[in-house]
């Protein structure tokens, strides 16, 4: 089948979203000198063969010649005459400016805060450029890179810019909760440091705006966690405000299944009390007293020492608990463990 021999050269009208067409869009075509280019306004056309841009055209209508493309003199040589047909490609380049495009960290980043230690961000942004050097551009972007689409190119921009985050993000020596106030100064450090990565490919880097830096989801409940115990950076407190949640969420958890197992005390128990009052009850070794009954007629009922094996296994784990985060002495967990450990025998004998 013979090859298409283009005469005419152009490309339709591009829209916002085309930042450069192929002509032809499979790749090389055959064209003849003495044929008519046609180029928009805002557009230019780069011949590209080999590698190489061989002309750049400017809006109007033009005729191919050896003249406007010098470069064909040495590929033609004294074998063809002036109909004889060539081979290249054809690249039209929006030169518009391309405002509000996107840019964004596809995964968390890590970053060094001086008080929560290592933790994940997300970043994401927009950013606005435009084709300066339309030959520079195909040149690098086509030649070097490869990219023939404008998703591909504009996702191969995006990672220039994510990389020129995580260089600035990883030299700051700032909390997290600090960068909200640093939006326009790590704009303005982005767009520096990645001006001349857009420049080296022929295109100018208009603007760069932050738009949010939010931490990823485990990140989110240390904060949240830190912020609710009232201690941040007192890991002491922070490690038993930590270890108190985990039994309250189990205790939660514990349902009416759980009253075997020292998680599930509060509910398994039917005391009403929770467990620092169990073990409150166990170090004065005495029943507390019923509380006065509320208004309402909802106070508990009197509480009461653990009786029952279940019961008394719960308070030793309980116990185990209280002294891995501080809360009683060595002296009066051993005290209690074998007061209760005693106990515990003697129901299991029978007595």
Do not use: C
């Not at 958890?253 to 759980?258: L, N, P, R, S, T």
């Amino acid at each position: 089948m013979a090859r298409r021999i283009f005469d005419v050269i152009e490309a339709p009208i591009m829209g916002p979203e085309d930042l450069v067409v192929r002509v032809p869009p499979t790749g090389p075509g055959d064209f003849r000198l003495g044929s008519q280019l046609i180029v928009r306004e805002s557009q230019a056309a780069v011949f590209f063969r080999d590698g190489k841009a061989l002309d750049v055209f400017g809006p109007g209508r033009h005729t191919l010649t050896t003249a406007n493309i010098p470069f064909l003199i040495e590929f033609l040589g004294k074998l063809f005459d002036d109909r004889s047909p060539f081979t290249a490609e054809v690249y039209f380049v929006n030169l518009r400016e391309f405002p509000d495009r996107k840019f964004g960290t596809p995964q968390p980043i890590p970053f060094r805060d001086p008080d929560l230690g290592m933790v994940r961000l997300r970043a994401r942004g927009v950013y606005a450029f435009q084709v300066e050097d339309p030959r520079l551009f195909v040149e690098n972007i086509v030649g070097q890179q490869g990219l023939y689409t404008t998703d591909r190119i504009e996702a191969y921009l995006r990672e220039t810019l994510v990389s020129r985050l995580m260089d600035l993000l990883g030299e700051a020596r700032v909390s997290l909760f600090d960068l909200p106030a640093l939006y326009d100064e790590l704009s303005a450090g982005v767009r520096a440091r990645a001006e001349e990565d857009f420049r080296r490919r022929g295109l100018r880097l208009k603007e760069v705006r932050l738009v949010a830096i939010t931490p990823d989801e485990e990140t989110e409940r240390a904060i949240s966690e830190r912020a609710a115990m009232g201690a941040i950076g007192d890991m002491n407190k922070y490690m038993q405000w930590k270890a108190a949640r985990a039994l309250e969420k189990a205790a939660e958890q514990g349902g009416e299944g759980a009253t075997g197992t020292g998680m599930g005390m509060g509910a398994g128990m039917g005391m009403g009390f929770g467990m620092a009052q169990m073990l409150m009850q166990a170090m004065q070794g005495a029943t507390a007293r019923p509380e006065p009954a509320s208004s309402s007629g909802s106070a508990p009922g009197p509480a009461r020492p653990p009786r029952t094996v279940e019961e008394i296994q719960a308070l030793l784990d309980a116990l185990d608990m209280q002294l891995a985060t501080g809360q009683i002495s060595e002296a009066t967990y051993q005290r209690l463990v074998e007061k209760w450990q005693k106990r515990l025998e003697e129901l299991k004998k029978g007595g």
